[in-house]
Structure formats: C-alpha cells, structure tokens
C-alpha cells in the first residue's frame, strides 16, 4: 500500500505541475502574443492532440495491457514487443507530419480566422513526437517504473512549454514559441525512446505480436477520436461562431476544470498496470470491487475540488485574465462543465472493465453513444448561449454515456456507495462559508482563502470518514497480493498442508 500511494503521489505531482503550469503562464502569453494569438495556439494543440489518435493508433496501450505480464528479465521478449510499436510509430507519425502540413491553408481559414498559416505548417513537426512519445512511454507502465515514468513525463509535458512561453516571450511571436516548441518535444520524445530501447534487447519486429495490439488498441484508437472530439469539439464550434478569444477564455475555464479528470490519470495509470494479471488469473470479481473502491476515492477528491472552483472561479479568471472579463452566468457555466467532465472522468473507471475484458469495440459506441448528441446541442446552443450553451452540451454528452454504459457494465454501486458520495458533498459544502469569511481581494488572500477551504473541506473527511479511508487502505493491499497467485479451483480438491517437524 506504501508502494502503491507514494507511486501514485509521484505520477500525481508530475501531472499536477503540467496542469498548474498551463494556468500560471495563460497572463505571459497572452502578453506576449496577446488574446488572440493565446486563442490559437489552443486551437493548434487541440488539433495536434485529436490528430495524434490516428498516428499512434494507440498501440502504447495494447503494450501496457500484454507485455506487464512479461517478466522483467525477458529482455528479448521484451525488445520484440517493443520494436513492434517502435517501426509503425515512427512511419506513421512522419505521415502525420505530411498530413497536416498539406491540410494547414485549409485549417487556417476555417479555425484561425485565416492566419497562422506558417506557424500550424511548423507545428506539423509535432506530430512526430507525440506518436513516438505517446507509445514509448507506456513501456515505464507496462515494466512498473512509476517513477522514471513521472520524471519523464514530466519533462515531456513541462520542458517543451516553457521553451515555447520563453520563445513567444522574447520574440512578441507565436510562431517562435512554436518554433522553439516543437525542438524540445522532439529532443525529449527520442530520449523517451532511447532510454526504453536500452533496457531491451533489439528485436525483429513481429507481425503476429503487432496484429494482437492492432486488434486490441484499433477500437481503442477510434473511440480516441471520438474521445478527443466529445472533448474538442466545442472549442472548434466556438472558435467558428464566437472567434479566437472567446476559445482562450473558454479554455481557461475547461482547463480549471479539467483538474477533475487529472485525478483519475494517476489513479488509472497504476491500475491498469496491476489489474490485468489479477484479472488472468481469476479475481474477476475482487477486480471489480477494487475499481468501485477507488471510483469512490476519485469522487472524495472531485467532489471538494468542484465545489472549490464553482465558488472561486470568477476571482480566479480576473487574475489569470489581468481583467475583470463578463461572462453570463458564469457559476452555472463552471458547475455544469465541471459536472460535465466528472461524468467524463468516471466513465474511465468503467472502460477499465471494458479493456480487462477485451471488449475494447463497444467502448467505441459508447463514445459515439455521447458524440452525437454533443454535435447537434453545440450546433444548436452555441449561437444563442455562447460558452453556456457548450457547458450544457458537456455535461448532456457524458451523462449519456454515463447512462449507457450502465446497462452492460456494473460497478455494483449500492446504498452504502452512495451514503459515502452524499456526505463527500455535504462536506464539501464548508467552502462557502470559508469564501464568505476570507473575501479574496488579491492573489495572495485568494490563494490564502482556497488553500483554507481545501484544507477544512479535506480534514473534516480525514476526521468523519477514517473508517472509509481504512477500508480503501485494507482492500488495496489484499488485492495487490491476488495478482500473485491464481485463483484456486473449486472443482480441484484443496492441497493437503505438510506436516510439521
């Protein structure tokens, strides 16, 4: 349990300085490239981030699902894996490359407004480094190096943007920040690569092994498309009826709030590396409780994290904006986005299932199950609610999938589950008045103020929920030792004990 906490404690502050980092740097850049530059450069990720699913074919994850059952000595088992995702990374990420600087005038006109034509044909470089890192870096999970996997990680996520901030920043140009970008994600993407292959031995690529991850991950693949547009899309249809600034403030917003789908990654990175052979080898249904244990431990964070923002956000914006900016009703908009993107995160708990067992296509439909009605409701809400009408359409989206893939997967929540969430949110509800009390009237009183509500909010569960926390505790380590030992047979008679000398 020791093991398990501090990895996840250092996958988490990984994870955590990228999340932080990409709020504290949204005043630099919008000085140096102003608004509308800081609009674009969201858009050009997003682009990269849902392009990248077709490249990388998510084939990282078939990795991460097959060869974590391979022993740690089988180095030439190993290097045969690895090399079987290393080839078709590194082709298809250079078509990537090809792919999207062809499709940049056409890109500019229709989500730039017409400009950035040179900076998204620079970016297209990219796209190489984020397939080759995308795979790669699931070789650290799949082998349990949970550290050097953080420590990588975040070089990946952190090193590259704060060349791109201090290139924007020096040159007033967002095609510098790019330029400046794109080197350094390169620099680390093959130094992932690098570190991984030494720690194997090379291996011809298999055919039979690369089919086994392609019929794996190919769905996996598509519903990441899926995903990534469920995720994306308001961004484009803002970007088309409301303009370049309005997809930066949006993105302000969606990123605060996306800290509560960050606390499902290290949550989910660990489980995925220890649920697969304890699931092989029998514990089916210890599987399942141990994923609605710590489903129930993501909504004991969420919830006080949610509340927090919903409370805090507007002070939150005028300083990461430098002014006060006028959004109409704004409290609803972070409420339901949030609530949006909880529904997203806790869908990732049920895919778990989806995956262990193989069933990797129907967590396809499911997305497309949320795809449809986010497309018509952002279509038809966006013009008359603006960034309202994209929150609505958030939080309809995964509640849908929520819905559906209730009706084959069950985590078997029941009253008890849902005692523990009612008083998580009736906790939660101390934030108000620690608002109410510590009024933040600069940066240093708001963050005094937020860290005070975190802390009540979190204390008062250490305090009132200690039974529930012990129980997490107890059943995380009995289940780290199922993978350890198949389960026994009940058709087999049960093994006579040696007598004692």
Request: glycine share 6%.
């Amino acid at each position: 349990m020791k093991k398990f906490l501090f990895d996840t404690l250092f996958i988490t502050f990984g994870g955590m300085v990228n999340r932080v980092k990409g709020l504290l740097f949204i005043p630099v850049i919008m000085m140096a490239v102003g608004k509308d530059g800081y609009g674009a450069f969201v858009q050009l990720f997003v682009t990269i981030k849902l392009a990248k699913a077709f490249t990388s074919l998510d084939l990282g994850q078939g990795f991460q699902r097959y060869a974590s059952q391979l022993e740690k000595s089988d180095r030439k088992g190993l290097g045969q894996h690895f090399y079987s995702i290393l080839l078709p990374s590194l082709l298809l990420g250079l078509l990537g490359v090809l792919v999207l600087y062809l499709l940049s005038p056409v890109l500019s006109r229709s989500f730039f407004e017409g400009k950035f034509l040179e900076t998204i044909q620079l970016s297209a470089v990219i796209m190489l480094s984020e397939t080759l890192y995308s795979n790669a870096n699931k070789f650290y999970l799949a082998r349990k190096q949970f550290k050097l996997y953080s420590v990588i990680n975040l070089l990946y996520d952190l090193v590259p943007y704060l060349m791109f901030v201090l290139g924007s920043w020096l040159y007033k140009d967002l095609f510098m920040g790019i330029l400046f970008y794109a080197a350094t994600d390169l620099s680390v993407a093959l130094l992932t690569v690098a570190l991984a292959a030494r720690r194997v031995k090379v291996a011809k690529p298999s055919a039979a092994i690369l089919k086994q991850y392609f019929r794996y991950s190919a769905p996996l693949t598509l519903s990441e498309v899926e995903g990534g547009l469920l995720d994306k899309l308001d961004r484009y249809f803002i970007s088309n009826m409301m303009g370049l600034e309005a997809v930066g403030i949006y993105n302000i917003i969606h990123r605060m709030c996306s800290l509560l789908d960050f606390v499902t990654m290290p949550i989910r990175k660990q489980m995925m590396s220890y649920l697969p052979k304890a699931w092989d080898r029998g514990h089916q249904a210890e599987s399942v409780g141990i994923i609605r244990t710590s489903f129930l431990f993501f909504l004991l964070i969420t919830v006080g994290l949610l509340s927090g923002l919903t409370v805090y956000f507007e002070d939150i914006l005028t300083y990461l904006t430098g002014d006060k900016v006028e959004i109409d009703y704004l409290y609803l908009v972070v409420a339901l986005l949030g609530l949006g993107i909880l529904a997203s995160a806790s869908k990732r708990f049920y895919y778990l299932m989806v995956k262990l067992r193989g069933n990797t296509m129907d967590q396809l439909w499911y997305q497309l199950a949320g795809l449809i009605p986010a497309v018509i409701l952002n279509f038809l809400l966006i013009p008359s609610l603006g960034i309202l009408g994209a929150a609505i359409s958030t939080f309809v989206s995964y509640l849908v999938i929520l819905i559906v893939i209730n009706t084959r997967y069950s985590l078997e929540i029941d009253w008890k589950f849902m005692a523990h969430l009612g008083s998580f949110i009736a906790i939660a509800l101390v934030v108000w008045p620690v608002r109410t009390l510590i009024g933040p009237v600069n940066v240093w009183q708001l963050l005094m103020s937020l860290s005070v509500s975190m802390i009540a909010y979190f204390g008062l569960v250490a305090l009132l929920k200690r039974r529930f926390l012990l129980d997490a505790k107890d059943a995380f380590l009995e289940f780290r030792k199922l993978g350890r030992n198949p389960k026994p047979d009940p058709s087999q008679p049960a093994p006579v004990p040696s007598p004692t000398i």
